[in-house]
């Protein structure tokens, strides 16, 4: 089943396992910003275990694929301590900058929680 959800500044198709993001082409304002955030979700994969990771990306940031997780219940959103979370820095960021506090921000994959969102 094929689905396709739409943020601000880019749409993300969800195909079996894998969630495909493209920018959005509502405004060529919205286009670059949706490029930058596909360019910043590239740069920072694998670079930290909460986040999840990148497994192709096309050159200026055209569309990213990443696996798709499934998404966090509201029972497990709310449960979550977001702060703790996010909070610890990897030496080059600060997680707290990238997460946005959304239930659609965060899924399990591999037994784990991660970011699916983070190219904000």
């Not at 405004?27 to 955030?37: A, K, P, V």
């Not at 990148?54 to 959103?77: H, T």
């Amino acid at each position: 089943m094929i689905s396709i959800k739409y943020g601000s500044t880019r749409s993300t198709v969800l195909i079996g396992q894998y969630a495909l993001k493209f920018p959005s082409t509502v405004e060529y304002r919205l286009f670059l910003l949706g490029l930058l955030g596909n360019l910043q979700e590239k740069r920072f994969s694998g670079s930290d275990p909460r986040l999840c990771p990148v497994i192709f990306s096309m050159p200026l940031g055209l569309m990213n694929i990443m696996p798709r997780a499934q998404m966090l219940s509201r029972d497990e959103f709310f449960a979550l301590d977001y702060k703790a979370f996010v909070d610890s820095s990897n030496g080059h960021y600060l997680l707290s900058d990238m997460a946005e506090r959304k239930m659609d921000t965060f899924g399990w994959l591999n037994g784990r929680i991660v970011v699916v969102d983070y190219g904000s």
